[in-house]
């Protein structure tokens, strides 16, 4: 009869951090933060934001120097400038360790950038704030484009992503750096500033921007990830920081304002018309001043005394010319007067003599 025999197995196992693992900042292979430890870790270090200075415009206005000044009917087109050449910048710092000046062989995978801004819309504008997609465009890239548009709770969250279709170093070099200027740009709008609005009073939209690239890149077998970001703050260039900020020059907040006012109406956008004059007047002359002549005519000149239109004939011929106002002056018919009545007394004089004599 076969006797078995039983053998009974038992055995566990632990792990410890590798030295033959993956690279690291110690170079053989164990977290750097546990150079004492067996602990398995991964540390990722979060990448540190860059900061871009940005803006934003009121058509093309900048409201460094003052407050824009907005009529009611007035279209405005509100716009974010953002200098990205922070952005440009560190890649190209990238490009320095890449290992190769032939880009085309540095893949990429798991590829993408994103930025996005927030703006603050205060009450005032909220019923006429753009939220349609095609309201806002962005100028300056052919590499970058706005694909989501947000408008709701008085914020505008509008999201910008990288081009699809990258999947080498050198077409992102390609896309970012030469087909991307250093100043981007956001429009909004455009949009009419309704009647409604309050008046005389400082209406101000505030913006907030933040992005990031990441990506793994791979050359000859090796793999490198790469990650960045980046923030903005208000422009302190020479028309950078707004003028209801002078007291606080420094404020990182980016902001645009406008105060609004009435529209002219007619009456004040009228031009000044020539005043009128009755038939038979002549238009009044301010003293030390000359009657206004219209381009293309002549001045009129009265005849003096010595001219032959002065002489009775003429004055008697010009009678059916006569006006029907008498503008003649009172001086002169009180002279009139006065020698009539200077004559009647010299002859009733005379006729006395004569009769004494008789």
Sequence with gaps: ???????????????????????????DGSDYIYQDSSDISFTAEAAVPENLPADILINNDTGHDAVYVAKTGEVLTYSASI????????????EKDAGTS??????????????????????????????????????????????????????????MALKDGIENYQQLHEAVIDQTQSTLRLDIGPFSVPDSIRKNT??????????YMRAAASLNGHVRNYAFAWNASQNKGPDGTDAIHT???????ISGTIIVKDRETESETKPETEPETKPGTEPETKPGTEPETKPGS????????SSPESSPASAKASTADVKTGDTTPLAVWIGILAAAAVLIIILVI?????AKKS
């Design 102 to 159: 032939n880009f085309s062989q540095i893949a990429l995978s798991n590829l993408e950038s994103r930025f996005t801004a927030k703006f603050d819309i205060p009450e005032e504008l909220a019923g006429v704030w753009p939220k349609d997609k095609g309201s806002y465009t962005l100028k300056g890239t052919e590499a970058f484009s706005v694909v989501n548009v947000s408008v709701m709770s008085g914020q505008a969250v509008v999201t």
């Design 1 to 27: 009869m076969r006797t078995l025999k039983v053998k009974i197995f038992a055995f566990r196992w632990n792990a410890v951090q590798s030295a033959g693992g993956n690279s690291s900042a110690l170079g």
């Design 298 to 305: 002549k001045p009129e000149t009265k005849p003096s005394a």
């Design 202 to 211: 400082n209406i101000t939209v505030t913006g907030d921007l933040s992005g």
């Design 350 to 354: 005379v006729k006395k003599k004569s």
């Design 83 to 94: 200098d990205a050449s922070g952005i440009q910048k560190k890649m190209q710092d990238i």
């Design 247 to 253: 007291e606080n020059p420094s404020t990182p907040i």
